[in-house]
């Protein structure tokens, strides 16, 4: 089950308390920066890693205007569509989480925190490539700052290009299970407050694990990008 920090107390509580029950999933961005993008990133994984344990979700989108511009930002991040909402009471859910920056009080229930990014890469943030810019924000656990430069852009893309490489050239193999094992250690990892981190160190260890089937490693990583929103199954079908 997944379990996420609540800001107002510091513990960790259960993100969906009641099985199957809806859980409304609030991201409420203070502006149209590299931190409010991040807040938007924060409640798609969110989102993602509820409707992975089976969890009706409801998403909502609540800030002060920019709406538009909000939207489009995060159709660019690869964050599905939230709808509008105005932090009203809804219908019968049996959860309701804010995805907030860091330090706010309000609103009232459950806070998941985000904490603030540095940008340092050259232009603005809507100029760099946002599937490396995606990838440079997972690589941080999301309560931790976060500086995003050019190196950090560069790594990302290069592991982008490999993982889409190698999961295009795995796709052609006899297709095999993910090892049980290995389920269980992602969801242990995005079931633990998110940790995208631990996420990704676990596919780093499959790619690099000799034992495994190349059928495997495909689908682990399809799997796990279920989570994460990489689109590394994007190569498919391309000449190798």
Known sequence: MLRITDARTGELVDAAPARRG???V?????????TGLRVLLAADLLL??????????????????????????ADALGIRPFEDGDGAAGLG?????????????????VRVAVAPVTWSAPGAPEEAD?????????THPRNAPAVIDADALDRAADTLRRWRGAVADWARRPSR?????????????????????AVLG????????PGL????????????????????????????
Not at 26 to 34: F, V, Y
Not at 202 to 209: F, G, K, S, T
Not at 228 to 240: M, S, T, V
Request: charged letters at 30%; a negative charge; aromatic letters at 4%.
């Open 93 to 109: 859910e049996a959860q309701v989480l804010h995805v907030v920056d860091e330090g706010r009080t309000e609103p009232d229930g």
């Open 48 to 73: 993602r890693a509820l409707e992975l344990g089976g969890t009706p979700v409801w998403a909502l989108l609540v800030a002060e205007g920019r709406h538009a511009e909000l939207r489009a930002a």
């Open 22 to 24: 809806l859980t409304r």
């Open 213 to 240: 089937p190349d059928g495997a490693r495909f689908e682990t990583y399809a799997y796990a990008d279920r989570l994460l929103g990489l689109d590394l199954a994007r190569d498919l079908g391309h000449p190798a």
């Open 26 to 34: 609030e991201a409420h961005p203070q502006g149209l920066d590299p």
């Open 177 to 197: 299970p993910v090892p049980d094992e290995v389920r269980a250690e992602l969801r242990a990892a995005w079931e633990d407050d998110l940790d995208t981190a």
């Open 130 to 138: 946002q599937a490396a810019l995606r990838l440079a924000l997972l």
């Open 202 to 209: 676990a596919l780093r260890a499959v790619e690099a694990d």
